[in-house]
């Protein structure tokens, strides 16, 4: 009997302590993953659809001067497609040329990453920036001619 009740004293306290917690899983940037709730029976059920692949996301990309050689040209639209693999393509007018190039997230940090793009004509842009989600981040661009611009990405 006092075995039982010292087991009691023992877990009982464990149990009240743990019983409110659960566990959330997480994606790689932080957001929680919710499961889908369990079907109720007595209502029609639709099977869930198979599983799609995660594919790139497309989104803006907007440069504001930083510099007076920068205010020349004003606000820099473009877009940026985030392959969902570290990588991810964009291109940009500037000047009347249109820039391509690629970004790629930096080694041991997966929200920051570097930039580059080039046009046909030799011009040529260098970034460095921070994503925030795989939708939104900010950093700073550097064209050949020395223009400055803070970088936006997102909607």
Same mark, same amino acid.
């Given at each position: 009997? %006092? +075995?039982?009740?010292?087991?009691? $004293? &023992? ?10 917690? !659960? ?20 209502? %029609? +059920?639709?099977?869930?659809?198979? $599983? &799609? ?10 440069? !504001? ?91």
């Amino acid at each position: 009997m %006092k +075995t039982t009740l010292r087991f009691i $004293a &023992k877990v009982l306290p464990l149990v009240i302590l743990l019983g409110g917690c !659960y566990v959330l899983p997480m994606d790689r940037y932080g957001n929680p993953i919710y499961p889908s709730p369990p079907p109720s029976y007595g209502e %029609k +059920t639709v099977p869930p659809s198979p $599983a &799609k692949k995660a594919g790139p996301i497309t989104f803006s990309a907007r440069l !504001y001067p930083d510099s007076d050689l920068a205010a020349e040209t004003g606000v820099i639209t473009g877009s940026v497609t985030n392959m969902l693999t570290g990588k991810g393509r964009f291109n940009l007018s500037y000047k009347g040329e249109t820039f391509t190039g690629e970004a790629t997230r930096v080694s041991n940090d997966s929200r920051r990453g570097v930039a580059s793009a080039f046009s046909p004509t030799g011009g040529y842009m260098s970034c460095e920036y921070q994503m925030n989600t795989p939708r939104q981040g900010a950093g700073t661009c550097i064209f050949s001619n020395g223009a400055k611009y803070k970088l936006h990405l997102g909607d």
